[in-house]
């Protein structure tokens, strides 16, 4: 059982266009997260949510819109791609947003925009 | 503010080498600290945590790391690599809240 899945694994589009990740997690857990890696391997969060609500926003453009149906998911919906988007995008997840507890990752969605 | 420094972005060592991948902090709060592995094509898996429990704290494929608050430090030492061990290193940490403070990595190459 994969307690952290995303869909798609990979993703190439055109500049201009809008697209979604959709992560999903099976581990009872409150808080999820996006994370960005870039090509040079740098990991920065973007979005935290916790029980559906967004408690951390890092100063990522309004083209990025994460949506939290319900705990156990959260989509990152992309609009007008550009360049720059492109990366590998992390979904994770942990018990809470305290501090203390590991966040456990999915496999990653390699975006790439031409 | 809170940082990571992770010294080294390549290290290699031999097969049946010490492992030694250096992490320095700096933070306001008592940090949690952790040690990420990341495989090619592949998500990050958790090696250990350091929660102000036990400043010696072991960790999965027998990595371990010392926390020591005097040096800001929290490394990560394997007694003997093994090739399986080729992978990239996170030093990441957090405070009282769950964001994570990523290193920029170190990319560990196992020769036979």
């Known amino acids: 059982d994969t307690a952290v899945s995303q869909t798609p694994k990979y993703l190439v589009t055109q500049m201009g266009n809008d697209k979604s990740i959709k992560c999903e997690q099976n581990l009872g857990h409150d808080t999820m997260y996006w994370y960005k890696q870039d090509s040079k391997k740098f990991l920065k969060i973007m979005f935290s949510?916790?029980?559906?609500?967004?408690?951390i926003n890092e100063t990522v453009p309004n083209r990025f819109s994460p949506k939290s149906p319900d705990k156990a998911h959260l989509n990152l919906h992309i609009n007008s791609l550009e360049l720059g988007d492109s990366a590998v995008y992390f979904c994770a997840s942990s018990q809470d947003g305290l501090g203390a507890w590991e966040q456990f990752f999915g496999p990653g969605t390699r975006l790439t925009v031409l | 503010a809170q940082s990571v420094t992770q010294l080294g972005s390549h290290v290699s060592v031999s097969e049946g080498a010490l492992v030694l991948l250096r992490c320095n902090y700096s933070s306001s709060v008592p940090p949690y600290l952790f040690w990420y592995v990341q495989y090619p094509n592949q998500g990050l898996q958790l090696l250990l945590k350091?929660?102000?429990?036990?400043?010696l704290v072991k960790g999965i494929n027998g990595f371990e790391a010392e926390f020591k608050k005097s040096e800001t430090s929290f490394h990560l030492t394997k007694p003997s690599a093994h090739m399986s061990d080729a992978a990239e290193y996170f030093c990441a940490l957090s405070g009282a809240t769950n964001k994570l403070i990523f290193g920029t990595g170190t990319l560990l190459a196992v020769q036979p």
């Open positions: 350091y929660t102000s429990a036990a400043t």
């Open positions: 949510y916790n029980n559906k609500e967004l408690i």
